[in-house]
Structure formats: C-alpha cells, structure tokens
C-alpha cells in the first residue's frame, strides 16, 4: 500500500496528557488479513474517556483511540472479503488493545469484519455504530423471553434514552409497536425522545418508587437499562412476572444494588449484554435488523458530523452531555 504515514488520534502514553491528532508511521499498524481505508468512524463514551485519559479503557501504549470504524477494503487476504468491498468494525478490541478507528488507515483481523448492508452509507453505519448494535443486541435479547409476543398494557422502559444506545433502543422498541416510556435526565429531550417512538418521557427522579422494600409496583413488562448501578435495581423491583431486563451499560455504577426477590418471586430475568466480542453471526444479524428497521430520516435527526481535526476538542463537551444523539467522524485521507 503506497502509504508511508497515516493521520491518527493517539494516546502515547497512561500519563493524563489527552490524545492528539498525529502522524502515525504505516509500518506500525498491527498485522491482520484485511486492511481498511477508513472514510468515517464514531465517537462513543468510551472513545472519549480514551482520548482524555479519565478511566483505564486503553490496555496497552501507545494505543490509536476509537472503537467503530467504517471504509473500504484496500487489501485482503479473506475470500469472503474482497478489494474495494464496503465493511464495518465495532469493538473486537478496537482502540483498547488494537490501533482503532480514527486513524486514516485500519488493519483487522477478517473474523471482526462486517459488510455494510446496501441500504446503509459508511456514514449511516458509524451514526449507528457500537451503540446501534448494542441496542439491537438487547431488543434480541428481550426477543428470546418472549417480551413481544403478546399486546400488554405494560410498557418497556428505556434508561438513559436520549444517549447513543438509548435513542436506538427506543426506535428499535417502536417498531416492534410497543408501548415505550423513556428515561432522560435532560430536560429539553421530550420532543427528541417523542419524535424517535417514546410513548412518555419520564425524569430519572421519577423512576424510584415512593415505596421500600425488596419489591415495588409492577409497572413495566421489561427494560433495557444502560445505566446501572442504582437505576437497574429501582427498575428490577418494578418489572412484572416473567419480565426481562437487558443491561448493557455502567454509567451509574458497577455495583448491582438488589435482593433475589425479583428473580424467584416474580420470575424477572436479568440479562447482561455486551458488543464488544459479540459472535460474527450474531453481529451479522444485528446489522440485518438495523438496516432493515432505522429510518434513514432519523439518523438525520439524531446524528452530528465532525471532522477528525474536531475530535479532541469535541471530547470535554460529549462528556459534559452537552451533545444529544450521535456524533460521526468523517475522515479525509491526505
């Protein structure tokens, strides 16, 4: 490949100095069979506590940050994979102990290789990217416990909703035609939340019942929390019997605050779901779901553009939850 360098944020080293924008040698990227010219990736929670240093996310230094990248292949050695063919990677390691995403150049492992379904741009790929996928993962999930086999006047809660994997959980659940009720701590998310397929947009304040004790007043058929800690135990002691619950998220806390009276009283189902090594087939049909239930239109709605020059400066204010929805890199090679 007739590159000599490539563009990359990096993290240099565990010290608190952010990552940078820089020139990478072509020679340090990784080994693998397929080599990807990116054209946009994402930036996700974890990408931006990556790039500022704030919690242990990278595993090994210096580290190339991003965890989701889209392009074309430029070389190959997988039959299945061809010169010029459009993939995606999210997760499989990406930006943690392998050189990620936002970077001009990308070398991976064939097994961590999607084809981007034809009704999706590379740029519609990354709007969904790792939080796409990890929404579709717990609506299959719920899927196996059969949460939608039957009308209920019940609902399915969403926490953190107007967050990345919260927007597409609720999209995901509305077009299963369920009743949604959508937890935000942002108060000018009502109309985004309603716009997307919530049925009603409550506070965080408004998810914890009056009541105590080990269980509270069945009021949801299940959940996807991406929150954790205090909210997935108030949300466990709410489900009804026989519900589910698919957790995916830590952002309140990795502590897990219940009693077993959810789960032999009423029967609930706790349900731990990750996307970072999740089995090609199972990927593969995730995609299929996405493509196949997000409207165009509303990855307009939900997803901003920057440029890879913007990335580091973008980072305090994703953080901040000043930005709603989406962000997408769109990466130029030079």
Same mark, same amino acid.
């Given at each position: 490949?007739?590159? =000599? ?30 080599? @990807? ?38 070389? =190959? ?12 990677? $999210?997760?499989?390691?990406? !930006? ?26 590379? =740029? ?77 947009? @409550? ?8 009541? $105590? !004790? ?37 952002? !309140?806390?990795?502590?897990?605050? $219940? ?43 939900? $997803? =901003? ?30």
């Amino acid at each position: 490949y007739m590159k =000599s360098r490539l563009r990359a944020i990096i993290r240099t080293s565990e010290e608190d100095i952010p990552a940078s924008l820089t020139d990478v040698p072509f020679s340090e990227l990784p080994e693998g069979d397929i080599l @990807i010219e990116s054209t946009h990736a994402s930036l996700n929670y974890k990408d931006a506590l990556a790039i500022l240093g704030t919690r242990p996310v990278i595993r090994k230094f210096p580290m190339v940050c991003g965890v989701d990248v889209a392009g074309v292949v430029k070389e =190959s050695s997988c039959q299945d994979i061809g010169v010029g063919d459009r993939v995606l990677v $999210t997760g499989e390691g990406l !930006g943690e102990d392998r050189f990620g995403g936002l970077s001009e150049l990308v070398r991976v492992d064939a097994k961590s290789v999607v084809h981007i379904p034809p009704s999706l741009t590379n =740029s519609d790929a990354m709007a969904i990217g790792t939080a796409g996928l990890t929404a579709a993962l717990c609506v299959i999930a719920l899927e196996k416990f059969g949460l939608f086999d039957e009308a209920s006047e019940f609902p399915i809660l969403v926490s953190g909703a107007s967050g990345g994997v919260g927007s597409f959980a609720v999209v995901l659940l509305a077009k299963k035609g369920v009743d949604i009720t959508a937890v935000s701590g942002k108060k000018d998310s009502l109309n985004y939340l309603i716009d997307l397929g919530a049925t009603q947009v @409550i506070d965080r304040s408004d998810v914890f019942a009056k009541s $105590t !004790g080990y269980l509270a007043t069945a009021r949801y058929r299940g959940a996807i929390d991406v929150v954790g800690g205090e909210m997935l135990g108030e949300i466990l002691r709410q489900i009804k019997p026989y519900g589910a619950v698919a957790a995916c998220g830590l952002t !309140g806390g990795g502590e897990l605050m $219940t009693s077993l009276y959810p789960f032999i009283i009423r029967n609930v189902a706790l349900i731990g779901v990750e996307s970072i090594r999740t089995p090609h087939e199972l990927r593969v049909k995730a995609w299929e779901r996405l493509a196949n239930d997000i409207d165009r239109s509303i990855l307009a709605k939900t $997803t =901003s553009t920057i440029g890879l020059d913007e990335v580091v400066d973008v980072v305090p204010k994703f953080l901040n939850g000043e930005i709603q929805g989406r962000l997408v890199v769109e990466i130029e090679s030079q």
